[in-house]
């Protein structure tokens, strides 16, 4: 059964950083492309970051985290991360792993992300 558990949110003051956390389980986590997305209170859910499979794999970012946000993956312990600097009020959301797997799309349960003073 293909499992995702997000950890790492929080509140965060703006400027400040947070590290989240998605461990994965139940397919073969090194042969798929991962990604991060987030859903803002009464807003669409929308793309944040990918990672392609391999190790240091080629990553892609939305324009509004580009120079704020990294994405990495460790293959070896099936968890992608998503690094967030310079967080802004704007973040604020929920953010979601998620993987498509062949026809099926899964994702994460989420985590909170509020940046606010």
């Known amino acids: 059964q293909v499992q995702f558990v997000e950890s790492g949110g929080g509140l965060v003051q703006p400027g400040g950083s947070l590290r989240l956390s998605c461990a994965a389980s139940?397919?073969?986590?090194?042969?798929?492309?991962m990604s991060w997305h987030r859903q803002a209170p009464g807003k669409e859910r929308e793309l944040v970051a990918s990672?392609?499979?391999?190790?240091?794999?080629?990553?892609s970012f939305a324009d509004f985290v580009k120079g704020r946000f990294t994405i990495s993956r460790d293959n070896g312990k099936n968890t992608v991360y998503l690094q967030m600097n310079n967080l802004k009020p704007e973040d604020t959301a929920v953010y979601y792993c998620?993987?498509?797997?062949?026809?099926?799309?899964?994702w994460g349960q989420g985590t909170q992300v509020t940046v606010s003073s």
């Open positions: 998620n993987a498509i797997l062949g026809r099926l799309q899964y």
């Open positions: 990672i392609s499979s391999m190790n240091g794999g080629r990553t």
């Open positions: 139940g397919f073969t986590f090194s042969m798929y492309t």
